[in-house]
């Protein structure tokens, strides 16, 4: 129980069981922390504009971490670790189609 006689609720409605605003006391809520791997993950799949698959390939990575994560722990943050995720795949294709068209251009050139 919190001070003044309140439980603490989280996102299912248990006491003490992450992700939702949680009751901190006569002072109000407090929400619950945002995943660091799920904000790297959209910051990379933002970056890879940039950057290219240089910051694509790490956005996959912290992507897949983040959500395996946000499971166990109850974190905020899924949707940014999943925007990541779909940024990071798209600028892989994307990288994997300019790689195929570079060489069937070289091919045709060459022939």
Known sequence: MQPGGYPQYGSYGQPGY?????WAGPGGYQSAKTSGLAIAALVCGIGQVLIGILAGIPAI????????RIRQTGEQGAGMALAGLILGYIGLALTILVIIIAIAVAHSASN
């Open 18 to 22: 992450g992700g939702a605003p949680q």
């Open 61 to 68: 990575i912290l992507g897949h971490m983040a959500r395996s």
